[in-house]
């Protein structure tokens, strides 16, 4: 059922751009993270947010 949603395959094609990468960029982590909230928010219908610190990095909802 997971596999259906369109967050997922996102999730997937960051998550999959991030290991062919040489290098791990900025971008590249938080395209994966954004892609991570907007996946777990869609499934849970909660607001979801991702922090570093004080820092938030991804928030949905």
């Known amino acids: ?12 094609e960051a998550l999959d751009a991030l290991g062919k990468a040489k290098r791990s960029t ?8 954004s892609a991570f909230v907007a ?6 219908n ?8 004080e820092t938030p990095i991804a928030r949905d909802r």
Do not use: N, S
């Not at 900025?26 to 993270?33: G, M, W």
């Not at 909660?46 to 610190?53: D, E, F, L, S």
């Open 26 to 33: 900025d971008a590249l982590l938080h395209r994966a993270c």
């Open 39 to 44: 996946m777990v928010a869609e499934m849970t």
């Open 46 to 53: 909660q607001r979801v947010t991702i922090t570093i610190g």
């Open 1 to 12: 059922m997971i596999r259906t949603l369109h967050t997922f395959r996102t999730l997937l």
